[in-house]
């Protein structure tokens, strides 16, 4: 089993920036970590897709969302199995409950085994 732990999140101004961290620890295959996805829940929204990330070394591979790009930067890790999601000049829209997956790929959310339990991330005019 692996596990997903999201950090990072609170409470910022607009324009503001964070950067959340997603760690995998467990006895299951860290291998999983190979694609990692960012998604978001708005309240009465839908999760969505924010970012991800696969491969490694010179095949490496960043997707990100339209409301992302050029604000949003996915990294990884590898010596730590931790990804992480600079955010930078965040708006009030970009309020939600950010997740972490692995175990999967691509851009949507049933396409992914593993979930992190989310990390709240506000963003205040």
């Known amino acids: 089993q692996v596990q997903l732990v999201e950090s990072g999140g609170g409470l910022v101004q607009a324009g503001g920036s964070l950067r959340l961290s997603c760690a995998a620890s467990g006895s299951g295959p860290l291998s999983v970590l190979y694609a990692v996805g960012w998604f978001r829940q708005a309240p009465g929204k839908e999760r969505e897709f924010v970012a991800a990330i696969s491969g490694r070394g010179f095949g490496l591979t960043r997707d990100y969302a339209d409301s992302a790009k050029g604000r949003f930067t996915i990294s990884r890790d590898n010596a730590k199995n931790t990804v992480y999601l600079q955010m930078n000049s965040l708006q009030p829209d970009d309020t939600a409950v950010y997740y972490c997956?692995?175990?999967?790929?691509?851009?949507?959310?049933?396409?992914?085994?593993?979930w992190g339990q989310g990390t709240q991330v506000t963003v205040s005019s």
């Open positions: 997956a692995a175990g999967g790929h691509g851009s949507r959310s049933e396409q992914y085994t593993y």
